[in-house]
T-cell receptor
Framework: DTAVSQTPKYLVTQMGNDKSIKCEQN?????MYWYKQDSKKFLKIMFS???????INETVPNRFSPKSPDKAHLNLHINSLELGDSAVYFC?????????????FGPGTRLTVT | AQSVTQPDIHITVSEGASLELRCNYS??????LFWYVQSPGQGLQLLLK??????LVQGIKGFEAEFKRSQSSFNLRKPSVHWSDAAEYFC?????????????FGTGTRLKVLA
């Protein structure tokens, strides 16, 4: 069983489109995250949700909107896609929020905006 | 500002050789420290972590790391590298700032293993 899964694995789309990436974890964790990894492999946290409540919201354009329908799911919706949004997006989860808990990562979604 | 530095972007070692990957952090107190590995096309997997206590921590896959407070470092080591260790390695810190916790990742070190 996959602990943290993301769909789709690859996403190619044109500028200006709206797209969503879905994430699900079956670990029973309370906290979920979205990260963006750029072409230089730099990994930066975007959002964190704890029990469906937003707890970390880094400086991210408001074209990005996370949605957590329940604590096992955290989806990322992106409006008006731009070339600079091309990256690999990782979902992760941890047992609780807080710095001492290990994060479990999904396999990533490679987004290419043309 | 808080930061994590991995000074080596690429490292190449021969199979069976020893390995040390460097990580330095900038933070007033001791943060929570992590090493993650990312194999090609995969997500990140935790190798080991340090919170307190013994400064030498053991992880999975034969890796260990040593915390040195005086040097603000948390270097990752392995005595004998296997070809399957070729991957990207990330050092990360978890810290509490103004009541909010933050994770900061280093820029990664890409390890290449020669047969």
């Amino acid at each position: 069983d996959t602990a943290v899964s993301q769909t789709p694995k690859y996403l190619v789309t044109q500028m200006g489109n709206d797209k969503s990436i879905k994430c699900e974890q079956n670990l029973g964790h309370d906290t979920m995250y979205w990260y963006k990894q750029d072409s230089k492999k730099f990994l930066k946290i975007m959002f964190s949700y704890n029990n469906k409540e937003l707890i970390i919201n880094e400086t991210v354009p408001n074209r990005f909107s996370p949605k957590s329908p329940d604590k096992a799911h955290l989806n990322l919706h992106i409006n008006s896609l731009e070339l600079g949004d091309s990256a690999v997006y990782f979902c992760a989860s941890s047992q609780r929020g807080g710095v001492r808990y290990e994060q479990y990562f999904g396999p990533g979604t490679r987004l290419t905006v043309t | 500002a808080q930061s994590v530095t991995q000074p080596d972007i690429h490292i190449t070692v021969s199979e069976g050789a020893s390995l040390e990957l460097r990580c330095n952090y900038s933070y007033g107190a001791t943060p929570y420290l992590f090493w993650y590995v990312q194999s090609p096309g995969q997500g990140l997997q935790l190798l080991l972590k340090y919170f307190s206590g013994d400064t030498l921590v053991q992880g999975i896959k034969g890796f260990e790391a040593e915390f040195k407070r005086s040097q603000s470092s948390f270097n990752l080591r392995k005595p004998s590298v296997h070809w399957s260790d070729a991957a990207e390695y990330f050092c990360a810190v978890g810290l509490l700032l103004s009541g909010t916790y933050k994770y900061i990742f280093g820029t990664g070190t890409r390890l290449k293993v020669l047969a």
